[in-house]
DNA sequence: ATATAAGATTAGGCAGGGCTAAACTCAATA
DNA sequence: TATTGAGTTTAGCCCTGCCTAATCTTATAT
């Protein structure tokens, strides 16, 4: 039991740069650029060289100038145990406090550095122990630990494939609010019917025989797997 | 709809000054002085003197060297916002997360910092708008009106009075752990048998004609009202 | 009327985080 | 190989809050 794991998350900051750099390096080989945290940050690039250093005194990061930052083992944890957080909350707030998908991203990230871990698993009970939130991302356990994540892009799905809607990305709210009314949400069932090379659209058709054609960014936001 | 309305607190500091000042300011004719609020928020009095010039800069307090500070119109508002959070989140940490006495008062200290005005409303409409928290506190409205609290400390109370509790002071966990398992909590009536001058201790007698002799700390965290 | 102590204020610092502007790396292209 | 520009880092500054030490004020007691 370390330090940090204690009762609350380091300096809110500091979280939110652990949670930007494991996010961004999912899909960049493990290594977080300055200029990509500070894109999702919106903070100077130079604030980040800047925390990164920070971080890795810490033990949070491995650093290297002028090539990014890579989680150590705790930093991943306390990564983790933030995501879990912030996606306890966002299913609280949905499912309890009547937000609809707009605003609850918002909320969830201010609260998240504000609770204890004893708040979040109260709510984890409250909420039956949910291991997806309602966008479909995976909640990490308890004890770090996170699914798998084997869905891929609506966009790159072989057209005649039958996928179910496994998440869909939550940065974008007005897309979100889009989905949501067309209920395309986790869970769904959709037919490939198209893809087509040219423009990205991706036409499907729900088990209702309703056919949507998307765009690109949508069919980039919708995540699917062919279980 | 002035600047500090918008959604959050203005810094979380400043909001903790402002309750303080607010808390204090009840029992002193409207001013609370430097060492006060030093004492309460555990900070030194030099960081009070300094944050209660920067308050006036803001326009949330007056303030005249020397000799303390007393809330603006605008101070109160924003002072009773929070008042109204805290103990809505108490309320919900309460009833909803099974948080006990002890636990909830931190918690919420920290959540009140972190919450929108709509989560507070929320919250507020899922705990079907509560008037008083657990602790027989009453919750501001929305608008920033208050009851106004005509109840007395317990050592205050005449021999021979029947008097119902109405509140217990939230600051002494340990206190509020010793009434609970008593069971002496708001909306409790007692008769007060006796009153000790002496040593402030007093014996009071429940509808179970069961005796409790309560000593002076004790005695001046309970209040009660003759209704 | 004055001395004194309690309380309050100023001065001078420190750490966390953020920003801009200027300087540096490094990889890609001419 | 030499140049160049995107991306990074450094330097220097700002603001919020907090702290200690030193210096007032003020009220009270003689």
Do not use: C
Request: glycine share 8%; charged share 30%; hydrophobic share 40%.
């Amino acid at each position: 039991m370390n330090d940090l794991s204690e009762t609350r998350s380091p300096s809110s900051s500091v979280g939110d740069y652990l949670k930007a750099v494991w996010e961004l390096a999912v899909d960049s080989g493990g290594t977080a650029s300055t200029k990509g945290v500070a894109a999702r940050l919106s903070v100077s690039p130079a604030s980040v060289s800047n925390m990164f250093a920070r971080l890795q005194e810490m033990g949070l990061v491995r650093y290297e100038r002028y090539r990014g930052a890579t989680l150590t083992e705790r930093g991943r944890e306390e990564a983790l145990r933030l995501v879990r957080r912030h996606r306890l909350i966002e299913t609280f707030l949905l499912e309890h406090l009547g937000y609809d998908w707009q605003e609850v991203h918002d909320e969830a990230e201010r609260l998240e550095h504000a609770v204890s871990d004893g708040f979040t698993e109260r709510l984890a009970e409250l909420l039956g122990h949910p291991d997806h939130d309602p966008h479909g991302d995976p909640i990490p356990s308890a004890e770090g630990s996170l699914e798998v994540d084997d869905s891929m892009a609506l966009s790159q799905v072989v057209a005649g494939r039958r996928v179910r809607i496994s998440k869909v990305r939550d940065e974008d709210a007005a897309m979100l609010d889009y989905l949501g009314d067309r209920n395309l949400v986790p869970g769904r069932w959709l037919r490939v019917r198209e893809v087509r090379e040219l423009d990205g659209v991706v036409v499907v058709e729900d088990e209702e025989a309703e056919v949507y054609a998307l765009g690109d960014p949508l069919a980039r936001s919708i995540f699917v797997r062919n279980d």
